[in-house]
Structure formats: structure tokens, C-alpha cells
């Protein structure tokens, strides 16, 4: 034993040392000599519902966030999908593995992180702020004499219902098939008052 040694499986940084030269060492009632992480290797596991895992898919591009590093975004991909579901008060979701890309250096082991799996991406499209459609699929349209010379608005009966075709949508916009064009004007009521927005084109 003077010349024993005990080699990691891998190559990495230790992070926990559990023992010092001199400690006896009685086998594995001992517990663990040491943690090594490889930190060239991130991932990490998130539970997906069930209502989406159907979208997801090996190798689609994940958007990953840090609360602790504000202000800067990771990639990432999907890894691995486990099909062995947790069901809690009849709600199932699934564990999905995320392959960290690249070595970030800031982001360490054990960070709090949000992620967004992107599942579908589509080309310019024109698209409204979420909470500028109405009940019914219907948006208010500014008119002439709706609004004075300085945007503002001065007769909200000339405004116009429209019903609208739906498309995609995220948390933030959703995208108008049918029934406006872009560059035209709509009003989007909320307990402040009524704000104008104008239907855009968005990547």
C-alpha cells in the first residue's frame, strides 16, 4: 500500500475534498474520498409538462439564463429525453436533459437557471402584443378622427372591431394572419387606459 494510488475516472476540477493525508480510510463505510466535476461538461435537467414533451425534440436549440449572471444568455440543446414520467396530484411531467454549449466559465455547478426550449421558429410574420387582442380574436383599430395630431386619443368611437386570424404566439406576441396590415394603428385597453400600438413585422 506505500505506493497505492486511486485514480478519478475523469479529468476535472475536485470541488469537495472529504479527507486529509494521515485520516484512516476503513473502505466504503467512509463515504466519498472526493467530487470531481468535469466543468468542460455542463448540463442540466428539467421536467417538461406533459402537454408539450410531444414538441420536444433531440438536438432542438435551448435559450438558457442564470439568475446570478444577469444580462447573460447560454445555448444549449436538447440532450436526452426520459420518457419516465413524475405524476403529482395527476399532473405528469418528464425530464429533460440540456447539453450545456461551450465551457462557460460563469456559470458554475448548482446555479439557479431558467431555460426556453425553442420548438418552432418562423420568419417574418406580423405579429401584436398579446394583450392588444380581444376576447373573440378581435382587436380596436384607430380610424380617422380617432386619434388628434399627437397620437393621443380623442374619440375612442372611431375606433374599429376587427376580427383577426391567429397564428403562433409566444409570451409577449402573437402573430395576426389575416385582418390587419402592417403599420396600422391598434388600441390596446388596460386598467391604466388605452395605449396605442402599431402591428408590426417581427423576425
Known amino acids: 500500500v506505500d505506493d497505492y ?24 463505510s467512509s463515504g466519498t474520498l472526493a467530487v470531481i466535476y468535469d466543468l468542460s461538461y455542463l448540463e442540466l435537467e428539467m421536467a417538461v409538462d406533459e402537454l ?32 419516465n414520467g413524475t405524476t403529482t396530484s395527476g399532473h405528469t411531467s ?19 437557471v431558467s431555460a426556453k426550449i425553442i420548438v418552432e421558429e418562423v420568419g417574418s410574420v406580423l405579429a401584436l402584443p398579446v394583450e392588444a ?24 368611437s372611431a375606433a374599429e372591431e376587427r376580427q383577426v386570424t391567429l397564428g403562433r ?3 409577449e406576441y402573437i402573430e395576426i394572419v389575416d385582418g390587419l396590415e402592417e403599420g396600422e394603428v391598434v ?3 388596460s386598467p391604466q387606459g388605452s395605449s396605442l400600438m402599431s402591428a408590426m413585422g417581427m423576425g
Open 5 to 28: 494510488n486511486i485514480k478519478s475516472p475523469i479529468a476535472g476540477t475536485v470541488i469537495e475534498k472529504n479527507f486529509k493525508a494521515g485520516d484512516k480510510v476503513d473502505g466504503a
Open 52 to 83: 408539450d414533451i410531444g414538441k420536444v425534440e433531440v438536438g432542438q436549440e435551448v435559450r438558457i439564463t442564470a439568475d446570478a449572471l444577469e444580462g447573460m444568455p447560454f445555448k444549449g440543446y436538447v440532450d436526452k429525453i426520459n420518457i
Open 94 to 112: 418528464y425530464p429533460v436533459t440540456v447539453k450545456v454549449e461551450g465551457s462557460p466559465e460563469a456559470l458554475y455547478p448548482g446555479m439557479n
Open 133 to 156: 387582442v380581444e376576447r373573440g380574436n378581435t382587436v380596436l383599430v384607430a380610424k380617422e378622427g380617432c386619434l388628434d395630431e399627437n397620437g393621443v386619443i380623442k374619440d375612442l
Open 169 to 171: 404566439n409566444d409570451d
Open 187 to 189: 388600441l390596446a385597453l
